[in-house]
């Protein structure tokens, strides 16, 4: 993912010179060598917007058409990938709803993010260090010709394609709340939600993290794909969420268990092969930076799977099909920051990590605490997310076979990593409050006791997944 550096000019307005696009690109190491001058960067910001019209760069088809796909892949990923994995984990009664509120809150996402949310996510803003400007309210001044820079200095492809490429990681983002709130949240509620919840804390962690001027990018916090941004913010949120609107109804006095472990199957699978987008689309080109993102995406997923199916093996004596699925989708998050920056061992050795500590909270914690995280969000997205954005400032180290960052020290890029992570849950856990009481004042959040009853598919929309 990217955030902004060289000096740009967009209809006529002059912005201020920010670090150059060839000093941010020195930064990488198998660009050829790294520069003592450049900024320690958050690697998935590094690129540049190219607002103005370069007659010098022309778009490479090679890595648009990458980019293009790329962003297909993370389309399949929200529809119908996480809305058949999500209502696979429903029951029955509830699995319509949960395909109507993953689907309705991805498409509100993306009409918003063209209206203003790619606009106070990477422009520069009055307050530039936390949110974004409105140079690019309503795609004002975006053409065809308008190019937005990669890791490769005169490199460009297209605003459009990269805007599509961002639109999709907002899009998805809000629609992993639901999970959290699950079989019980107005359909009101959620349209409500899916408008407020990205002012208030997508776009503007995503700018603290990917724009050049961000708090968090200049600190030097490093995220490839979005495990602070995507993960930690929407694990939070559905965190949120869960305490706000209680337990379902029957919760720990009656089973509530998941109607479809085939659809879930099939949602994690096309989850996987989406991640390709989403983890190797996001270096922005076709390099040999995409398939590093793309060979740590393989092996971080496949050794959490594993690890989640052992762990359950030994603590239950039964592995199971939900427990292998669940571990997939735990490595998928837990390299998501680390992608295209470790290297394929350590991919292996955060995975294998990841998938044991979400097992706990998924179980043991949820269950000392008492709240109800219908489809474990948090569990497996704010707690992997965690586990990814932390390890990341360890795998990184050339010593433990990443691609190192300008002047790496581990100890100063862990703390930075903490601070970064801390950062982002607390601002995903204020701003998700402040939307779920504003969406409690607006429409109500709950369903009434009858319609939770009846089952979602019937009370909120009249109609059934299923006729027989």
């Known amino acids: 993912m990217t955030g902004g550096a060289a000096t740009q000019v967009l209809q006529g307005h002059h912005r201020p010179p920010l670090p150059s696009r060839s000093k ?7 660009r050829g060598g790294i520069s003592g001058a450049a900024l320690t960067v958050v690697f998935a910001a590094l690129p540049t917007l190219a607002f103005a019209q370069d007659t010098t760069a022309i ?3 090679g890595d648009t058409a990458w980019m293009m796909i790329s962003t297909v892949l993370v389309v399949a990923m929200i529809i119908p990938g996480l809305g058949l994995f999500y209502g696979g984990l429903v029951r029955a009664k509830n699995m319509l709803s949960m395909l109507m509120q993953v689907s309705t ?4 996402g993306m009409i918003a993010w063209a209206l203003w949310g790619y606009s106070l996510t990477f ?11 409105v140079d690019r309210l309503f795609l004002a001044g975006v053409t065809p010709d308008s190019t937005a820079a990669t890791f490769t200095d005169g490199v460009v492809i297209p605003e459009y394609v990269f805007i599509a490429f961002q639109m999709t990681f907002a899009a998805i983002t809000a629609a992993l709340v639901v ?8 359909f009101a509620a959620i349209v409500v939600f899916a408008v407020l919840w990205p002012l208030l804390s997508y776009y503007p962690i995503a700018h603290m993290v990917w724009w050049s001027g961000g708090v968090l990018f200049q600190m ?9 941004v995507v993960h930690i913010n929407a694990g939070f949120a559905g965190l949120v969420g869960a305490l706000f609107l209680g337990h379902r109804t029957g919760y720990k006095a009656e089973p509530l268990p998941p109607h479809s472990l085939v659809m879930t199957y099939i949602g994690a699978g096309l989850l996987w092969v989406g991640w390709f987008g989403f983890n190797a689309g996001s270096n922005l080109e076709a390099t040999g930076g995409a398939a590093l993102a793309l060979l740590n995406t393989l092996l971080a997923t496949a050794a959490a799977g594993f690890a989640w199916v052992l762990t359950e093996w030994i603590a239950k004596k039964k592995p199971s099909g939900l ?9 998928l998050v837990a390299v998501t920051p680390a992608a295209g920056l470790i290297g394929p061992m350590g991919a292996l050795v955060l995975g294998a990590i990841a998938s044991p500590v979400a097992v706990i909270f998924c179980s043991a914690v949820k269950h000392a605490f008492n709240y109800d995280d219908s489809l474990d969000v948090f569990g497996i997205h704010g707690v992997c997310g965690v586990i990814g954005a932390i390890g990341t400032g360890v795998f990184v180290s050339p010593a433990l076979g990443g691609v190192g960052v300008d002047g790496y020290q581990m100890g100063a890029q862990l703390w930075t990593q903490i601070v970064a992570v801390a950062v982002a849950i607390a601002w995903s856990v204020i701003a998700s409050a402040i939307v779920f009481t504003i969406v409690k004042f607006v ?5 009434s006791r009858e319609a939770e009853f009846e089952g979602l598919d019937i009370s909120e929309h009249g109609e059934r997944a299923y006729h027989s």
């Open 105 to 108: 809150v991805a498409v509100i």
């Open 220 to 228: 030097g916090a490093l995220d490839f794909a979005g495990g602070a």
């Open 179 to 186: 999970g959290g709130v699950a079989e019980r949240m107005k």
């Open 24 to 30: 941010l690109r020195d930064t990488l190491p198998w």
């Open 59 to 61: 778009p490479d088809k």
């Open 323 to 331: 427990g292998l699925a669940s571990g997939i989708v735990a490595g």
């Open 443 to 447: 429409s109500g959040l709950r369903v």
């Open 123 to 133: 422009t520069q803003g009055a307050f530039d260090g936390i949110i974004g400007g």
